[in-house]
């Protein structure tokens, strides 16, 4: 369970109710911050803001299935890797970027290209900091290790699964000669 949550959903609902002209424009917000550009054309925030010193991207590497990798760089060398991926739910499909450093810790999680309205709360980068610090030894399982949100429990697992995934293409990535 995630710190400072009393129970195992996580409904960012609960601290204030909102109308529905409101929520519809959080949903809006929500979907706006989430579009990133991809990494094809630069290193992005993403990358630069868990990594301050990060200069390039090689890559992607074709992990298995549809997992893109892309290893890190900066002066002092490799320092981890952004892996993406296309994660399905019963509303439709989300792109997930996870950030690792080089022991292929969870440093930091981004979903983009969401766009149901069902689940959008997986793009709050509240929901993503519960990965923060998960390695491929965890069981990254909602109801287990991970929160899920209250009417998004199928959004909250698809992305589990999705990080569990790809911490296991990267760990078959690094291990490869």
């Not at 998004?152 to 293409?169: K, P, Q």
């Amino acid at each position: 369970m995630t710190a400072g949550h009393g129970n195992s959903s996580w409904n960012p609902a609960r601290r204030r109710p909102l109308g529905a002209p409101v929520a519809a424009l959080m949903i809006l917000v929500l979907q706006a911050a989430a579009c990133r550009p991809a990494p094809r054309g630069g290193v992005p925030s993403l990358v630069t803001e868990t990594f301050a010193t990060a200069g390039t991207l090689d890559g992607p590497a074709q992990g298995p299935g549809a997992i893109h990798i892309w290893e890190i760089t900066g002066p002092a060398g490799r320092l981890g890797y952004l892996a993406e991926t296309r994660c399905t739910t019963r509303s439709g499909a989300f792109l997930l970027r996870v950030v690792t450093d080089t022991a292929l810790t969870v440093r930091r999680t981004e979903v983009s290209q969401y766009t149901a309205q069902r689940g959008i709360e997986i793009t709050a980068p509240a929901f993503g900091r519960q990965f923060v610090g998960k390695t491929a030894a965890d069981p990254i399982r909602v109801g287990r290790d991970v929160d899920a949100i209250t009417g998004a429990t199928l959004s909250s697992r698809s992305m589990a699964d999705g990080i569990r995934a790809v911490l296991d293409a990267l760990r078959r990535h690094a291990a490869a000669p």
